[in-house]
């Protein structure tokens, strides 16, 4: 019989456009081909916007995190008074100790 001959599968990736050359009968991989470079257009005025707003989240973000910290040392210092009172109530005792058990 003639033996048939086998040649390289190229095979496109379908997820990052990249081509790979396999050869058939080994089943490993050859050769691997970037995918060429996508040149978006971005334009210098879609990147100001872009940092602008940016800028305004990270502010937006500060803002919120200073007013929960706020909130967070009011809560502290409430919990604390309530604390305070509650131990002003009740007698002060000597607390036991392991060697005071013997």
Not at 15 to 31: F, M, N, P, S, T
Not at 46 to 62: G, K, N, P, S, T
Request: with cysteine.
């Amino acid at each position: 019989m003639a033996e048939k001959k086998i040649s390289n599968l190229t095979v496109d990736c379908p997820c990052c456009g990249a081509r790979l050359i396999i050869d058939a009968k080994l089943g490993k991989v050859i050769r691997h081909e970037e995918p060429p470079q996508k040149r978006g257009s971005f334009d210098l005025d879609h990147a100001q916007d872009l940092l602008r707003e940016q800028a305004r989240r990270r502010e937006e973000i500060f803002q919120q995190s200073s007013a929960d910290l706020k909130t967070q040392s009011e809560l502290l210092d409430r919990k604390f008074a309530e604390a305070l009172e509650k131990s002003k109530d009740s007698p002060v005792t000597r607390p036991t100790r392991d060697i005071d058990l013997d």
